[in-house]
């Protein structure tokens, strides 16, 4: 139900609940990944109710908006990609494998790929790298 939503959650009874449903539980928080203690989520809650909070609160339409500059559907991994430069204001490429649920030392070109892509579609210089790590540059 929740598959693809990485969360965090201090309380063992909320870690149960959204490992039960699927969802990677993490942890220790941190800004790339979706804080569920945040949410301050009320019971008795259903499982559609929880879903539908955990998604709404995982909508990065408005960092894509503000990033581009207009409303875009992007894939989900671009939009990872895109979130995760913006928030954090640049990632190694072992570091945003690593936040992308990649193994830091995976031999996956999926990343590279995207990245080359999200360049095609908005010009070279809107995803740079300098001296290694990758950050937004301009449209």
Known sequence: M?????????DIFW??????LGATV????????LNFDSLNIVMPVSPVQLKAA??????????VRKVCGKNMRLSNLHTQIVVNLYKSGGMSGETLKSALGYSADATTHTVDTAIYQLRKM?????????????RIGKL
Do not use: C, Q, W
């Not at 870690?15 to 039960?20: A, E, G, Q, S």
């Not at 070279?124 to 990758?134: K, Q």
């Open 15 to 20: 870690r149960n609940i959204l490992t039960d």
């Open 122 to 134: 908005f010009g070279h210089e809107f995803i740079v790298n300098d001296n290694g790590v990758y």
């Open 54 to 63: 955990l998604l709404d609160a995982s909508d990065f339409t408005n960092v």
């Open 2 to 10: 929740l598959k693809g939503v990485r969360v965090y959650s201090g």
């Open 26 to 33: 993490l942890d220790a928080p941190n800004s790339m990944d």
